[in-house]
């Protein structure tokens, strides 16, 4: 069973930085690491679930509007790893940051996913 792991969050004044880390493991021979697509959502109190950036198998990266600019995803496939550097974080960047691994699959052409627990990132003077 594939397993995500966050870490790197904390309390961070207006204006600093934060980098994320999510570890996979549990990845079987057919599909490894490489094969997905990685994400980080953040959840804030009250809000809904929103998606922050993607990073394909191929290094293809997306952002949401809102941490354009201030947000940088990356990957290491070495290291079944995907990092999310946050710069000139911001009080609304307060949230719950998840890690999420997805495929399809191409039988049944269902999306595969699977979710860390997540971890906390509070922006505050």
Same mark, same amino acid.
């Given at each position: 069973?594939?397993? =995500?792991?966050?870490?790197? #969050?904390? =309390? ?7 980098? =994320?880390?999510?570890?996979? +493991?549990?990845?079987?021979? @057919? *599909?490894? *690491? +490489? %094969? ?6 953040? !959840?804030?109190? #009250? ?15 997306? /952002? $949401?509007?809102?941490? !354009?600019?201030? *947000? ?10 995907? /990092?999310?550097?946050?710069?000139? =974080?911001?009080? @609304?960047?307060?949230?719950? /940051? *998840?890690?999420? $691994? ?7 052409? %269902?999306?595969?996913? /699977?979710? #860390? !627990? #997540? ?7």
């Amino acid at each position: 069973q594939v397993q =995500l792991v966050e870490s790197g #969050g904390g =309390l961070v004044q207006p204006g600093g930085s934060l980098r =994320l880390s999510c570890e996979s +493991s549990g990845f079987t021979s @057919e *599909f490894t *690491f +490489s %094969n997905y697509a990685m994400h980080w959502y953040r !959840q804030g109190v #009250g809000k809904g679930r929103e998606l922050v950036a993607a990073v394909s198998p191929g290094g293809t990266t997306n /952002y $949401a509007d809102s941490v !354009q600019g201030r *947000f940088t995803v990356s990957r290491d496939n070495t290291k079944n790893t995907v /990092y999310l550097q946050m710069n000139s =974080l911001k009080p @609304e960047d307060t949230a719950r /940051y *998840f890690c999420n $691994a997805a495929r399809v699959d191409w039988d049944t052409h %269902n999306t595969i996913q /699977y979710w #860390g !627990q #997540g971890t906390q990132v509070t922006v505050s003077s």
